[in-house]
Every structure is written in structure tokens, then in C-alpha cells.
């Protein structure tokens, strides 16, 4: 069982940033995607930026040029650093992870506990 454990939320103000990080245990196949998902209190949950194992990424297009996620392997570590942050990104932030990197994880089949990012204006 993949077991995903996020860390890094809190609260800024609009133009700060924060990064996100997700430790990943059991995680042994070669061939994944990680990326993180958000939901916000009444919104349907989005997701905002996915990696796969070679290295290719995705991201909505309301964080682009704003978010970037990455991987440490040695560490099996993911995170998302997000910068010029605005109070339409205040969600409950979830880290992912699925075994079919094809999909970019948009149904993944493993979540964490999420961690909550708030924006002030």
C-alpha cells in the first residue's frame, strides 16, 4: 500500500510562496505519476500539476508560469513549489500517486491526507 504524507501548507499573503512536499513510501515501480490535486470549499477538485517517471510534467492552466513540480528520487520526495500566489489558491492541497503515468494522474489511485494552503488578499 503506497502511503503519501504531505507537508508545507500554511497561510500567506497574495504574491507570497509556499512549497508543498509529499514523502512516498512503498513506492517501488519504475513506471508512475505523482502530481497534486486541490479542492477548495465548494469547488470541485482540480488538478494542478502532475510528473511522470520520465520526467514530464502538466499543469492547470490557472497555476502555469506560477507552480512548479518536481521529484526527488534519492528522497522519494515530490513537491510543488508555488510562487506569486493568489487567494483563488486557497484550497486543501493532495498529494497523488497512480501506476499508469499514460493518464497523467487525472483518476489517481493513491491520495495523502492533503495539507491546506490559505491566501489572504
Known amino acids: 500500500q503506497v502511503q503519501l504524507v504531505e507537508s508545507g501548507g500554511g497561510s500567506v499573503q497574495a504574491g507570497g510562496s509556499l512549497r508543498l512536499s509529499c514523502t512516498v513510501s512503498r513506492y517501488t515501480r519504475s513506471r508512475y505519476c505523482m502530481g497534486w490535486f486541490r479542492q477548495a470549499p465548494g469547488k470541485e477538485r482540480e488538478r494542478v500539476a502532475a510528473?511522470?517517471?520520465?520526467?514530464?510534467?502538466t499543469y492547470a492552466d490557472s497555476v502555469k508560469g506560477r507552480f512548479t513540480i518536481s521529484q526527488d528520487n534519492a528522497k522519494n520526495t515530490l513537491y510543488l513549489q508555488m510562487n506569486s500566489l493568489k487567494p483563488e489558491d486557497t484550497a486543501m492541497y493532495y498529494c497523488?500517486?497512480?501506476?499508469?503515468?499514460?493518464?497523467?494522474?487525472?483518476?489517481?489511485?493513491?491520495w495523502g491526507q492533503g495539507t491546506q494552503v490559505t491566501v489572504s488578499s
Open positions: 510528473i511522470v517517471n520520465d520526467g514530464h510534467t
Open positions: 497523488v500517486a497512480d501506476w499508469r503515468p499514460s493518464l497523467f494522474c487525472l483518476s489517481p489511485e493513491y
